[in-house]
């Protein structure tokens, strides 16, 4: 089973998660928003498949470049 794993676009916070866990997601679908410089980052799915876990919380500091969300083929 394939899984790709989502990255974060910039260094921020995660303002806002709008996925559980078990989600079927389309390609492009808003995942999470990140904050950075009161700006607003949407982290989309790059392929349609089921959200296999969240690798962060609300409110959690990020890097860029970190791994978020996990999504498998589905």
């Keep these: 089973?394939?899984?790709?794993?989502?990255?974060?676009?910039v260094?921020?916070?995660?303002?806002?998660?709008v996925v559980a866990v078990g989600d079927?997601?389309?390609?492009?679908?808003?995942?999470?928003i990140l904050?950075?410089?009161k700006m607003e980052i949407p982290a989309l799915a790059p392929r349609?498949?089921?959200v296999d876990r969240l690798l962060v919380a609300e409110g959690d500091t990020v890097s860029e470049g970190q791994?978020?969300?996990l999504l498998r083929s589905g």
């Design 67 to 69: 791994a978020l969300v």
């Design 24 to 32: 079927r997601v389309d390609a492009d679908q808003e995942l999470m």
């Design 11 to 17: 260094a921020g916070s995660v303002w806002k998660i």
């Design 48 to 50: 349609a498949g089921v």
């Design 35 to 37: 904050e950075s410089m």
């Design 1 to 9: 089973m394939a899984t790709d794993t989502v990255l974060a676009d």
